[in-house]
């Protein structure tokens, strides 16, 4: 075993500093210990291998006169080892996020806040989730038309600011349509909750900030479950850092003065972690058409204004 390493050098460094060698790429690593795993497999070959960094990646390179026999060999070892390291990562080109419906949502709440005050008195009491009206009479379009409302322009803009700051992340990781129609459940559901639990009282509430706070849970849970489900072992700091800054961002945007609504805050994250929960853990966007997509995005478009008719005719 001297003698072998010996023979066989093993150097890890930046591109930079690489030996005066014509060198040839034989696998990119998302984490140093994946490309250091496939050490042995060139070692044992009687061959030299070097690491090399390049941004956030590292990549196992040997002599390009070798190369075809290490991935054979390569290859060899990642189908005897399914359960190991990772696997080759291949370079992942970031998706561009589509904000054509990030100024759509800001328009329609913009739209929104115009006509509630530009309108009687009425239009709030009857949008308004008022939890007697939805648990005792069933008036389960208030759980829409809710999100719609706005005590004043001050209210409006801070929602608008962290809802399409969210909605922002989350349009890349599940697509236009199941991006805005997991928000719109989670916020009609979260108002629902928050409901109940007030429903021996006369509590009303008004705002997007529910569905904000839903998106925010979302967004948590996808990242924390992408990493579970990434082939690997993630290390606990990996799996902390999306849960404790989605904690974090609800304890500090999530209280306010006494006209805020906290439950509503904390109902909407929670519903918000379980609905983006499922998603990741299902990977609906792979399984969903670019058609279904469309057709998502056109039904969470639509619900709000159906649910304004059903409110403003009853």
Not at 44 to 59: K, Q, S
Request: a neutral charge.
């Amino acid at each position: 075993m001297d003698a072998l390493r010996q023979f066989c050098h093993f150097y890890l460094m930046n591109p930079e500093e690489s030996p005066q060698r014509v060198l040839a790429e034989a696998g990119r690593y998302p984490r140093l210990a994946d490309a250091h795993d496939r050490t042995p497999v060139i070692l044992a070959m009687g061959l030299g291998c070097w690491i090399l960094r390049e941004g956030d990646e590292f990549i196992l390179c040997v002599e390009a006169g070798h190369l075809k026999a290490v991935s054979n060999e390569l290859q060899k070892f990642d189908l005897e080892n399914p359960g190991g390291a990772t696997q080759t990562a291949k370079p992942r080109t970031p998706e561009k996020t589509p904000t054509v419906s990030l100024f759509i949502f800001a328009w329609m709440m913009g739209l929104f806040f115009l006509a509630q005050h530009n309108a009687s008195g009425s239009w709030t009491d009857q949008g308004a989730a008022s939890a007697g009206r939805i648990i005792q009479h069933g008036e389960w379009w208030r759980t829409i038309t809710a999100l719609t409302l706005h005590a004043d322009f001050a209210h409006l803009a801070a929602n608008l600011a962290a809802g399409l700051l969210f909605a922002a992340f989350l349009l890349p990781v599940l697509g236009t349509g199941l991006t805005w129609m997991s928000i719109l459940l989670g916020g009609v559901l979260g108002n629902y909750l928050n409901a109940w639990f007030y429903r021996n009282e006369a509590h009303h509430s008004i705002g997007a900030s529910t569905a904000v706070f839903s998106a925010l849970g979302i967004l948590t849970a996808c990242q924390t479950l992408f990493l579970l489900r990434e082939g690997r072992h993630p290390r606990l700091w990996e799996i902390i850092l999306p849960v404790g800054a989605g904690l974090s961002l609800l304890a500090w945007l999530g209280q306010g003065d006494a006209q805020t609504d906290t439950l509503a805050h904390f109902w909407g994250f929670v519903t918000g972690c379980a609905i983006g929960a499922g998603m990741a853990w299902f990977r609906l966007k792979e399984r969903l058409t670019p058609f279904l997509q469309k057709s998502l995005a056109g039904l969470a478009l639509l619900l709000p204004p159906l649910a304004w008719i059903l409110a403003t005719s009853t």
